[in-house]
């Protein structure tokens, strides 16, 4: 699917830094403001042991996982929506995205320039979801104005509801906390393509004393997350960059030295992957295995036109095994003596961690 998280933040937090290591590429990450101008985007893939366990059992000659795209916005400054910065042109690429991977600065250095003079990461935040919110206000006043272009008796159930939301965004709260009447409301927002609509995730960018026990920055960005009603990952961009250069054998043994199991930039991808409402289901044989991403309520025959649209259009039933299932029982033939190998039609839907087979005619 091609659904995609933006990383955006002030100068210098770290986000082209922590973008380097999701995607280990090259892009510059250099101590001053404005080092990234186009969004630079990478696909990273869904770290799952699911898939790999699948993979070797059926002997696949192909592997291939679930993936999430990031993009690296520019650091947004004070003023954007007004222009300030290149303002305009990066709030069109957040505009794009499906989610915002919001990053905070979290740690002290004399090396590392802060544009606003010292780190506040509250301060921080703020400035970010200012812009944010006076841009989606500029959206919804400009869609009011073409609304007063048309017949009033046509438009005043919109109206009322821009009104609504106008005065929403004007109290300082972003459009995913609006309550939707209808689904005809649920309609209009969707249209407007708002950029505090989307949903969020923090990440508290911090150093190697950071990782060991939350410093007071870190404690006031879980504050602010909390009152959101939204998820912190807390993590080192520098720590993560690092690791993602190592060869495998390196990096296990780095790990260990820093008292971790896996790279956090792993959990950062499941975090992504589950903000923007995805599951995963399998298809598995000796040719492929194969994670494919489809929203969570995705009903099968919509599932089976991720892998191919002929599959939705002559979709016949899916054949289904949970993975836990599997797992349990230790192969798909053991599944199917257990009675656990369902047949399941056009309401079924598909279910995070399903093995699935379609039978389609076309």
């Given at each position: 699917?091609?659904?995609s ?8 937090v770290?986000?082209?830094t ?13 101590n001053?403001?404005?080092?990234t101008i ?10 799952d042991e ?13 592997v291939v996982?679930a ?7 520019a ?5 954007a ?7 305009n042109?990066?709030?069109s ?6 989610a915002?991977?919001h990053?905070?600065?979290?740690f002290?250095d ?17 400035v ?6 006076l841009?989606?206000?500029e ?8 609304l ?24 300082g709260?972003?459009?995913?906390r609006?309550?939707?009447e209808s689904d ?14 989307k ?11 950071g ?14 997350a909390?009152?959101?009603?939204a ?9 993560e960059?690092?690791i993602?250069t ?18 956090a930039?792993?959990?950062?991808i499941r975090h992504?992957?589950?903000l923007?409402?995805?599951i995963?289901f ?5 040719k ?12 099968a ?12 259009r ?14 349990q ?8 003596e257990?009675?656990?190998?369902r047949?399941e039609?056009?309401?079924?839907e598909?279910?995070d961690?399903?093995?699935i ?6």
């Amino acid at each position: 699917m091609a659904l995609s998280c933006g990383i955006v933040g002030l100068p210098n937090v770290g986000k082209s830094t922590l973008f380097n290591a999701l995607s280990a590429s090259s892009i510059p990450a250099e101590n001053y403001p404005f080092c990234t101008i186009e969004p630079n985007i990478g696909i990273v893939p869904v770290p799952d042991e699911r898939l790999e366990r699948l993979a070797a059992a059926y002997s696949s000659e192909k592997v291939v996982p679930a993936t999430v795209q990031f993009v690296d916005i520019a650091g947004l400054v004070e003023g954007a929506s007004r222009g300030e910065g290149l303002g305009n042109q990066f709030l069109s690429h957040i505009r794009q995205v499906s989610a915002i991977i919001h990053v905070v600065r979290c740690f002290d250095d004399a090396n590392v320039v802060h544009v606003a003079g010292g780190v506040d990461p509250i301060r921080d935040i703020a400035v970010i979801e200012t812009e944010l919110l006076l841009k989606d206000i500029e959206t919804v006043q400009r869609r009011k104005e073409a609304l007063s272009r048309k017949r009033q008796s046509d438009t005043a159930t919109e109206r009322s509801f821009l009104d609504r939301l106008d005065a929403h965004l004007n109290t300082g709260n972003p459009a995913r906390r609006f309550v939707i009447e209808s689904d005809a409301e649920q309609q209009w927002l969707a249209e407007l393509f708002l950029l505090t609509a989307k949903p969020i995730l923090y990440v508290a960018n911090t150093d190697e004393a950071g990782l060991q026990a939350d410093n007071s920055y870190v404690r006031v960005v879980r504050e602010h997350a909390a009152r959101e009603g939204a998820d912190v990952l807390v993590l080192s961009g520098k720590i993560e960059a690092d690791i993602a250069t190592l060869p495998p054998d390196e990096r296990v043994f780095f790990l260990a030295e820093m008292g971790m199991e896996r790279p956090a930039l792993e959990r950062l991808i499941r975090h992504a992957y589950h903000l923007l409402g995805l599951i995963t289901f399998f298809t598995a044989g000796p040719k492929e295995t194969r994670a494919w991403t489809v929203r969570r309520g995705t009903k099968a025959p919509q599932a089976a036109g991720v892998i191919h649209t002929d599959f939705e259009r002559g979709f016949i039933r899916a054949e289904v095994m949970s993975y836990a299932d599997w797992e349990q029982l230790g192969s798909e033939q053991a599944v199917r003596e257990a009675g656990l190998y369902r047949i399941e039609g056009r309401d079924y839907e598909v279910a995070d961690g399903d093995i699935i087979y379609f039978r389609f005619n076309v």
